[in-house]
């Protein structure tokens, strides 16, 4: 079959033809490929914002729970700041050993601070304390000292009978009161931290 080329009807279909083939070539060359690859662009992009998405929320999540974390270390560093302060307080040390003593039934004596001892990272602040009381009244004192809420140490301790224990007793039986029947010499240690 042989298509007759000067036939009007089949050079308009020819035509027709190369215009929609034409057309069909530059739709797919500059139209189709374009915004293919423009979506391609688009889904590359939001993917990669998907997984940014994805490490964003795992980091919020983590935020909450390292903000916990945080309060719960500034609660533990304003107790340790309780236990360990920067500077020594006399009078707050002085205070507690009276209310110990009160307590416990024994009577302090002799409170003398002796020089603080640098260590690398703490300071050792030494009182030299004498100590009259009953042998069961001095058990009560250590036992509360070794409940303070800050550490201590208690070193060099030297217990004798009390010089004036006939007096003592004599006053006990007359008084029905507790006998101071020995002295307590010690050195009494607390911590503060270096800066």
């Not at 004192?141 to 208690?154: D, G, I, Q």
Request: with cysteine; proline share 4%; aromatic share 10%.
């Amino acid at each position: 079959m042989a298509i007759n080329t000067k036939d009007k009807l089949n050079q308009i279909v020819f035509i027709v033809v190369l215009l929609i083939g034409g057309g069909g070539y530059c739709f797919w060359q500059y139209v189709y490929q374009p915004k293919t690859e423009e979506l391609r662009g688009l889904k590359d992009q939001e993917d990669k914002l998907s997984r940014d998405l994805t490490k964003v929320k795992s980091q919020v999540q983590r935020m909450s729970k390292l903000r916990e974390e945080l309060a719960q270390a500034e609660t533990e560093f304003a107790k340790l700041q309780d236990m360990f302060p920067d500077q020594e307080q006399i009078p707050s040390r002085l205070q507690d050993l009276t209310s110990v003593t009160r307590r416990s039934g024994t009577t302090t004596t002799s409170f003398q601070p002796l020089p603080p001892v640098q260590r690398d990272y703490y300071t050792e602040n030494v009182y030299k304390l004498s100590i009259t009381g009953s042998y069961h009244a001095l058990g009560e004192m250590f036992a509360e000292m070794a409940n303070f809420r800050y550490p201590t140490s208690v070193q060099k301790m030297v217990v004798t009978t009390s010089t004036k224990l006939n007096e003592e007793l004599e006053d006990a039986d007359k008084h029905g009161t507790t006998p101071n029947t020995v002295i307590a010499n010690f050195e009494f240690t607390t911590y503060t931290s270096r800066k």
